[in-house]
C-alpha cells in the first residue's frame, strides 16, 4: 500500500494505521482518515478531513448527499452505463498552476479520462469512467489537493454561488494589520530614541507580532495549504515560492522578537500578503469583467430542423429549441439537447461525448443525450431540456478529437508551472547563498524579493486572454473557432484547400433541371422521404426543390460517403447519387453537376445543377493567392472547370472527381512535404479532409454541419472575408509575443533590484499583481482595435 506518514501527526502509517477496507485507512495515532487511490505509477493518500479526531462516518457524511441518485443525475451533464460528464464550480482557481493540476487529473486516478478547465468561469469539466469511481470520489479527491468544489443543493445546480466574502474578510484583516504594524514601526523607521520608546519597545515588537499572527494564519492560509496540498501530491505549483518566502519572513521576524536581538519583518510580511491579497481581488474583478466565454447568443448558428403541429418543417438555430418541441434528426445529426425517441429507428454514437466508438440501439420512448450522433436514418425526438451552449462548446472542444493537433496553451501551462517555478526557486536560492557571504542583512530581504517578483501569472495570461478575445471578437463576427489552438494554428498556414460545392457554391442560389422519365407519386414520395434523411447540400436543396409529398417511415436507408444515398420502403427501393452508384453506365451528355435516380434497379434520370458561386469569391482569391498556395478538390466532374479557369487566378489548382479518401491522401501528402494546410469544407463528405487538415473550417448555411471534425464554422455570408480572419490570427500572435517581451522585460528588471537587495517584498508584492493586470489590459485593448478593424 506505499509508505508515507500521517500528514497530521507524523506516526508511521505502515504500523500505526487501522485499515477499514481497501480503499481507506485511518491513523491510530490521531483518527485521521485517508482515502486510497492507486494508480499506474503512484499510490497517493488523500486526506478527506483536517480535523483530528473524525470517525469515518463523520467524513463520509459532509458528500452523503451525492450518493443521492436524484442529485446525482440533475449534477451530470451525461450519463451512460460506463461514462460520467460533470463539470464543477472551483472558487480556488487563480493562477496558471490551477489550471495545469487541474486539467492532468487523469494523473492522480486513472478513471478520469479528460478534465477541462473554463478559468474565465472558474468550472472544470470532468469525463471519467464509473468502473470504479463516482462524483462522490472526484469531488473528494478535489478537496483532497485543495480544490473543493462549490455545489448548491439548494436546485441541485452547480456554479449558483452565495456571494463568496471570504477574499475581502482576509484583505480587511491583513490591511487593518499591515497599517498597526507600520505604525508601531515609525519609531524604529525613524531612529527615534528616549526613555518612554525605549522601556517600551519589546511592547511594541510583541504587539506587531501578535498583528502578524492573523495575517499568517488566517489571511495567507491560501497560499500555504495550496503549496502544502500540492507539494503532497508531488506538485510543484506557484504558491510554493509565495508560502515559503512568508514563511521564512515570519520565522525569521519571530526569532528576532524572542532573542530581542530586532524588531523583524513584520511589516513587509503583513504588506506583502496585504498587497498580493489586493492584487488577486483586483485581478479577480478584472477577469470577470474581461470574461470571454461565448454564450449562446454568440455561438456559431448551427440549425436543426423543427417539425410544427401540421408536419410542416423549418430549419431553426438551437438556442430557439424549447422543452415540448418536435425536431427532425436526419443520418450523421448530431442530437442538440436531452430529448425523447418518438419515431424512426435510432442508433446513436456517442463518441463524440466519451471517445468511445460503439454505436448503441434506442427504441420508442427512450431517452436520447445531447452529443449523440444518429447513424441510421432519420429520426424524430420530442425535447427533455433547451439546449446549453456551453456544453455543445465543451463537447466540441473535447481533447478526443485533437490528439494528433498540437495544444500550445496546455504546454505553456505545463512548463511555467514546473520548470520556471524551479528556475526561480534556484535564482532565489543562489541570490540568498550570494549574499550571506557579502551582507547577511539582505539575504533575507532578497531571498523573498526574488520569489514574489519573478511570479510567471503575467508570461501565463498572455495568451489566454489575447486568443479569448480574439474568439469573441471572431464570434460577433460570425467566425466561431473551437479554441485558442486553431486561432494559433490558422496564423501559421501556407495552403488553402477548398472544396467545390457546398463551400464557394451557394446552395440556396442553385438552380435545378430535370432530365428523365417522369416520376410517379409513389416515386417522388419514395425520392423526398430518402433525400430527408441526408444532410448532403445537395441533397437538401434537391428535397427543398420537390413538391409536398406524404413522408414515409423507410424500412432501410443507408449513405454511402462520396457516392450516394439508397432507401427502402416496403417493397420499392431507391438510390440517389453518382451515375456509376445508381447503375447508369451510358455516356453523359453534360459535365454539369448532376445526381441520378434510380428505383426498383431502373434507371429514371438525373437532376442537374446549376451552380451559382459565392459572391466576392474571385476578389478573395486574389488576394490570398499573394500568400498562399490556392487548391480547389472537388468531388464533381470537371463541367465546371472552364468557369473556375476564368473566375479564380491562373496560379490556382483545380482536381476535379476526387473521392473524400483522395482529399485526405492529397492533404497528407503536401503535409508529408512540410505544408501547413488549411481545409475549407461542408463538414460532411469533407470530415476526413478537415480533420487531416491543420486546420479545418465548415462553412454554414444555417445547417446543422456541428461536427468535432472541424475546428471552426464560418458562416456562409462571411465566406469572403476569410482572408481579414487569417491576418488578424497572424496579429494576434504578434500581440501575444510584444506580451512576452513586455514581461520578459519586467521579469529580468524586477529580478535585477531582487538579487542586487534593492527591492523590499512589499514593493514586490504591490507589481506582481500590477504587472498581470497591465498584460491584461494590454492584449485587450491591441485586440480591440484589431477587431475593429475587422468590421
Known sequence: MGHTSCFHCGLDSTSSEIVYDDKSFCCNGCKTVYEIF???????????????????????????????????????????DKTQIVTLYIPHIHCSSCIWILENLNKLHNSISSSIVNFGKKTVRVTYNTDDFSIKALVK????????????????????????????????????????IMFLSFPEYFQVSGFWIETYAP???????AFSLPVV????QDYFISAYKGLRSKILNIDVPIALGAAVLFLRSTAEIVLDIGTGFFDSLSGLIFFLLLGKFFQQKTYTFLSFERDYKSYFPIGITKISSDNSEASIQVYDIEKGDRLLIRNEELIPVDCILIKGQARIDYSFVTGESEAVSKQSSDKLFAGGKQLDGSIEVDVLKTVEQSYLT???????????KEDGFTTLTNAISKRFTIAVLSIAVIATTYWMFVDASKALNVFTSVLIIACPCAIALAAPFTFGNILRIFGKLKFYAKNATVIEQLATIDTIIFDKTGTITANKETSIAYDGLELSGDEESLLKSTLRNSNHPLSRSLYALLNDHNIVTLNDYEEHIGKGISGKHNQDSIKVGSAPFVGYTSEIATLNTAVHVSTNNTYKGKFTFYNQYRKGLSKLFNKLKKHYDLVILSGDNEGEKENLTK????????????????KLEYIKHHQNSGAKVLMIGDGLNDAGAL?????????????????????????????????HFIKASKSAITIIKWSFALSFIYNIIGLYFAVTGQLAPVIAAILMPLSSISIVVFTTVCTNVLGKKLK
Open 38 to 80: 492507486s494508480t499506474n505509477d503512484l499510490t497517493c493518500y488523500y486526506d478527506l478531513q483536517n480535523a483530528p479526531g473524525a470517525t469515518p462516518k463523520e467524513i463520509e457524511g459532509k458528500y452523503n448527499f451525492l450518493d443521492n441518485t436524484k442529485i446525482v443525475e440533475n449534477l451530470l451533464e451525461f450519463n451512460d
Open 141 to 180: 479527491l478535489l478537496s483532497s489537493i485543495g480544490y473543493e468544489p462549490f455545489i448548491s443543493l439548494d436546485d441541485y445546480s452547480v456554479g449558483k454561488k452565495n456571494v463568496d466574502r471570504s477574499l475581502i474578510y482576509k484583505l480587511g484583516i491583513a490591511g487593518f494589520a499591515f497599517g498597526n
Open 203 to 209: 511592547v511594541f515588537r510583541w504587539l506587531m507580532f
Open 217 to 220: 494564519f488566517y489571511s495567507a
Open 394 to 404: 465543451q463537447l466540441w472542444s473535447n481533447d478526443v478529437f485533437s490528439k494528433n
Open 647 to 662: 473566375l479564380l487566378p491562373s496560379k490556382t489548382k483545380l482536381f476535379f472527381n476526387q473521392k473524400p479518401e483522395d
Open 691 to 723: 480533420a487531416q487538415s491543420n486546420v479545418g473550417i465548415a462553412i454554414s448555411e444555417n445547417v446543422n454541419v456541428f461536427s468535432p471534425a472541424c475546428d471552426a464554422i464560418l458562416d456562409a455570408s462571411k465566406f469572403n472575408q476569410l482572408y
